[in-house]
Antibody, heavy 128, light 108 residues
Framework: QVQLVQSGAEVKKPGASVKVSCKAS????????IHWVRQAPGQGLEWMGW????????NYAQKFQGWVTMTRDTSISTAYMELSRLRSDDTAVYYC?????????????????????WGQGTTVTVSS | SYELTQPPSVSVSPGQTARITCSGD??????AYWYQQKSGQAPVLVIY???ERPSGIPERFSGSSSGTTVTLTISGVQAEDEADYYC???????????FGTGTKVTVL
């Protein structure tokens, strides 16, 4: 079945970096955009950006530009999200999620249809 | 930055109808999406493109749009519908996606 499996919980010190992985299975990895969303304790959802697994192209939310990096390794159907210069308020559950529809690889046309498959979430705790 | 505003909470008795609104300036141009998140779980997409329901989502979930406000309606609410609900949409340039502030639905 279609699923996204994320890496395990992380504990980091302020100023460090964290890299979370998201392994896809059950579908053609390069055909669907991957989004990253985070949720601080007791707070709402926050969209961080997306990556096109085929081209490696990215689009980051303005808040995260300059300190988030999204990459992928198509050989192992895995997407990554790296956040640098961590602060205590980066403590959150980080989710990867897949677009509901494939994008047109031939034309590059992308239309968003919502995120229908989510990873289980990775808890990142930033504490000194 | 672009914002989507939702009421913090909605309370409804079983079998009644719950309506959750989401307001944003770009909503007349951009589609809305709704997610349900139960405690300790990942979100689930319940409505896409304003009114469409993904396969497997019960018919009691429906979406509508009017001007700068979109609405998620849950008809015949069941105890299992108790959750947080988030709208999502894009800014006017369709570049950045944002989530609404979230609404906690309590089934009395």
């Amino acid at each position: 079945q279609v699923q996204l499996v994320q890496s395990g919980a992380e504990v980091k010190k302020p100023g460090a970096s964290v890299k979370v992985s998201c392994k896809a299975s059950g579908y053609t990895f390069i055909g669907y955009y991957i989004h990253w969303v985070r949720q601080a304790p007791g707070q709402g959802l926050e969209w961080m950006g997306w990556i096109n697994p085929n081209s490696g192209g990215t689009n980051y939310a303005q808040k995260f530009q300059g300190w988030v990096t999204m990459t992928r390794d198509t050989s192992i159907s895995t997407a990554y999200m790296e956040l640098s210069r961590l602060r205590s308020d980066d403590t959150a559950v980080y989710y990867c999620a897949r677009d509901q529809r494939p994008y047109d690889i031939l034309t590059g046309l992308y239309k968003y249809y919502g995120m229908d498959v989510w990873g289980q979430g990775t808890t990142v705790t930033v504490s000194s | 930055s672009y914002e989507l505003t939702q009421p913090p909470s909605v309370s409804v008795s079983p079998g009644q109808t719950a309506r959750i609104t989401c307001s944003g300036d770009a909503l007349p141009k951009q589609s809305a999406y709704w997610y349900q998140q139960k405690s300790g779980q990942a979100p689930v997409l319940v409505i896409y493109k304003d009114t469409e329901r993904p396969s497997g989502i019960p018919e009691r979930f429906s979406g509508s749009s009017s001007g700068t406000t979109v609405t998620l309606t849950i008809s015949g609410v069941q105890a299992e519908d108790e959750a947080d609900y988030y709208c999502q949409s894009a800014d006017t340039s369709a570049t950045y996606y944002v989530f609404g502030t979230g609404t906690k639905v309590t089934v009395l």
